[in-house]
């Protein structure tokens, strides 16, 4: 008989964190490592995966998980354990933050919202009250039942150090497993440094802790003292969100600076074709999916002088970290970049990753099924 695991995902629905889930599902679909096993995704809408087809993988929708958290509370408090008790599960794997209630059974919890590390400066509490009081509710959220788990999984080894810290968790228990890098079309032009104007571009959702004032204030500095043959691209337009409106309202006013609002993701590929430069100058990552996409045009790349991001950023000679609260020094390197005055890049080393450790998926679903 076939054992049953769970693999709940009943609040994902978008971007970075659904794509970690179909990456999960389509490895254990694939590997013959996992013919002795059925899976169970709970999600909270199959439509997700339409034009998936999965052969060891049955989904069970919960329509309401999303509609609010009193919902999402009581299935993984309450119902999550009559459930698993009647469809007689012998592993979960919980792909959101939270360790449900469910007995005696083994289970493990997949951790990537880096928000209980947010540090946020009282006068952008009013921007994004939202994110703040996510900040102190996944600080206790992340609490319960945290110690119930076979295995923590986060994605870095800084948040690794973080979690034993603030929760008190045993090394051995605590997986790093990198997200699995998306590998872009090798169709691409790599552009050179060539052009008269410089094109910086920083994709982004705008959040505070994505620290969008960096790039403009260093721009501000720049065109204020007559350098203007450049461009800063921004995928923000004053449209998404309080944060966003009081940045390009406070920048708009600047030549060099270019707010084009959210893009598809094949126009933010194209950007990363037509640029010269990313910056990257978020204060609070889970990975920053933008440094390794753009590590595969081999541009440069001015980037927060934080542990995640040189932890992403990994073995690259392109590569400056510069301070996320010094506009004058991102400027600097910025004239750098522009006037292609022999900028000299950071020395970088591969991370050396201790034991408990998952190169991908199949490796790390072995580690908790065995």
């Known amino acids: 008989m076939k054992k049953r695991v769970v693999i709940s995902a009943i609040n994902l629905f978008e ?25 169970l995704a709970l999600v909270h809408n199959k439509k997700l995966f339409a034009g998936c087809s999965y052969t060891r993988v049955k989904f069970v929708e919960f329509p309401k998980s999303r509609k609010s958290y009193v919902f999402r509370l009581y299935y993984e408090y309450f119902y999550f354990k009559k459930f698993a008790k009647k469809n007689k599960i012998d592993f979960w794997l919980s792909m959101h933050d939270m360790s449900p209630n469910i007995g005696t059974i083994p289970q493990a ?16 509490i009013l921007l994004q009250p939202t994110v703040f009081f996510f900040t102190l509710f996944y600080s206790y959220l992340y609490r319960i039942n945290i110690k119930r788990n076979k295995y923590v999984i986060v994605q870095q080894l800084w948040i690794k150090e973080a979690f ?7 090394s051995a228990k ?21 052009s008269v104007e410089k094109v910086f571009v920083f994709p982004t959702f705008p959040r505070t802790f994505k620290n969008i004032e960096v790039i403009g204030e260093a721009t501000k500095i720049l065109n204020d003292s007559g350098i203007t043959n450049f461009s800063v691209i921004v995928t923000v337009d004053g449209s998404e969100n309080s ?17 084009i ?39 440069p790349m001015l980037v927060a002088d934080l542990p995640y991001a040189r932890e992403t950023v990994g073995n690259y000679n392109k590569v400056k970290f510069f301070d ?23 020395n970088t080393k591969s991370i050396v990753y201790p034991k408990p450790y998952a190169e991908n998926w199949e490796e790390l679903l072995q580690l908790l099924l065995n």
């Open 109 to 124: 919890v997949y951790c990537h919202n880096p928000t209980p590390f947010n540090k946020i400066a009282s006068f952008k």
């Open 324 to 346: 996320v609260e010094n506009s004058e020094m991102l400027s600097n390197y910025m004239k750098q970049i522009i006037f292609q005055n022999s900028i000299i890049f950071d």
């Open 174 to 194: 605590v997986i790093v497993a990198k997200p699995q890098e998306p590998k872009l079309a090798n169709n691409f032009v790599i552009k050179e440094l060539a």
């Open 243 to 259: 944060y966003s409106k009081q940045i390009c309202n406070k920048f708009e006013g600047i030549y060099s600076m270019r707010f």
């Open 261 to 299: 609002g959210l893009q598809s993701r094949e126009k933010i590929i194209e950007w990363y074709e037509r640029s010269d430069c990313l910056i990257f100058p978020s204060k609070l990552e889970t990975w920053g999916l933008p440094i390794s996409e753009y590590k595969q045009f081999n541009k």
């Open 15 to 39: 971007g970075g964190t659904l794509s970690v889930l179909k990456d999960c599902l389509l490895s254990v679909d694939h590997s013959s490592v996992f013919e002795g096993y059925e899976f």
């Open 164 to 170: 034993i810290k603030m929760f008190r968790l045993e």
